[in-house]
């Protein structure tokens, strides 16, 4: 029931911080062909958008890549830029079981 809740209000409510700033940043790096997006957001003053370092936007790409193309502007977006959150939150539910 907690898996399912989760899923349900991943795809619809989003914080400001993952709408204004990790989105744009993640979708750029896909959609300018993987080119350096801390480099671009930083000479366009923005340098706060996304401050993980790049593993973190390799994880939070691949959901992206591999299906972002189904629904790219809707709450199924919303749900794949916290899949990976939602696998590690199951792994570790299993870990600590």
Do not use: H
């Not at 907690?2 to 990790?22: E, H």
């Not at 671009?40 to 994880?59: C, D, G, H, R, V």
């Not at 591999?66 to 916290?82: A, D, M, T």
């Amino acid at each position: 029931m907690g898996v399912g809740l989760k899923v349900v209000l991943s795809c619809l409510l989003a914080s400001y911080v993952l709408t204004v700033f990790f989105i744009p940043f993640v979708d750029y790096f896909i959609e300018s062909d993987f080119s350096d997006p801390y480099q671009f957001f930083t000479e366009n003053s923005q340098q706060e958008k996304f401050p993980y370092p790049a593993l973190m936007l390799y994880i939070l790409a691949v959901p992206n890549i591999l299906l972002g193309w189904l629904e790219p502007f809707s709450s199924f977006n919303l749900l794949l830029y916290r899949l990976p959150l939602l696998v590690a939150d199951v792994t570790i539910f299993f870990i600590l079981m």
